[in-house]
């Protein structure tokens, strides 16, 4: 526990307590957006000389900064429960989606991985060419058929290529200690690539609310399930063993 957590007890009034953690929160943006801005140029000009393991070293030490410096800053802090889950051939993760907090976490923990992200995130200075570098599966959400061929497309062609596709089957991000209905995506995904599929749940929604500026310190675990085997099961079945998992998961993460 460090002494920025402190000080707000000794604060009177729910006001001053909000300016508190608003400052704490600009001056994490202020070194989140100084650092992207200076890692992601370094990145793009010295990508044509990088190796793979190279690139990766790149984006977890951006990472593990961000990580760090919200830790230092806002007070947030984090666990992990099976990393032993973690598989070495590549796979899919399907996991729930409360903040922008769980994408930087996996970038650090899983290599090689092919993230899915909307299309126009590639078009964000310094990140978003940084990121398009790196070849993920970028989907347009504004047509939905074209985004699931997409998918299946370009997450197949990751997996034989050896690397991890992460899916957040609920779409978009969802409240804190809530989970949105799960689409079949990562299951047809699965299926195709003939892979199994690890389940990941968190409660990062409470430190870092989708949405919202001010960051609230706390702890946030992260849980890493047993794979869940697609053989003999459609993707509706996968899709609904993997979703009651999380669901359950998050529901005791509180």
């Not at 608003?22 to 989140?32: I, M, Q």
């Not at 990145?43 to 984006?59: C, E, N, Q, S, T």
């Not at 989907?139 to 699931?148: F, L, Q, T, V």
């Not at 949105?180 to 929604?205: C, E």
Request: glycine share 8%; proline share 6%; hydrophobic share 45%.
């Amino acid at each position: 526990m460090t002494w920025l957590m402190l000080l707000p007890k000794y604060w009177p009034g729910k006001m001053l307590n909000r300016l508190f953690l608003g400052a704490r929160s600009a001056l994490f943006y202020l070194g989140y957006y100084v650092v992207t801005i200076i890692l992601s140029a370094f990145f793009i000009l010295l990508f044509p000389f990088l190796p793979a393991k190279g690139r990766h070293v790149f984006a977890s030490i951006w990472c593990g900064f961000i990580l760090g410096w919200l830790r230092l800053c806002c007070g947030v802090r984090y666990e992990i429960i099976g990393m032993e889950n973690l598989p070495e051939a590549p796979t899919v993760i399907l996991a729930n989606h409360q903040s922008s907090w769980e994408t930087i976490l996996f970038y650090k923990l899983i290599f090689p991985v092919s993230p899915i992200l909307k299309k126009e995130l590639m078009d964000i200075p310094f990140w978003g060419w940084s990121m398009r570098l790196l070849k993920p599966i970028a989907i347009d959400r504004s047509k939905p058929r074209e985004a699931g061929r997409s998918l299946l497309t370009q997450g197949v062609d990751r997996i034989k290529t050896g690397n991890t596709v992460i899916v957040f089957p609920e779409g978009s991000r969802s409240k804190f200690g809530t989970v949105k209905r799960f689409s079949r995506g990562g299951a047809k995904l699965a299926l195709a690539a003939k892979t199994d599929v690890v389940p990941i749940a968190h409660n990062a929604g409470y430190c870092w609310p989708a949405r919202e500026f001010i960051k609230r310190p706390g702890l946030i675990t992260v849980v890493i399930g047993e794979k869940v085997v697609s053989a003999d099961r459609d993707a509706t079945e996968l899709t609904s063993v993997v979703e009651s998992w999380i669901r359950e998961t998050v529901a005791e993460l509180g």
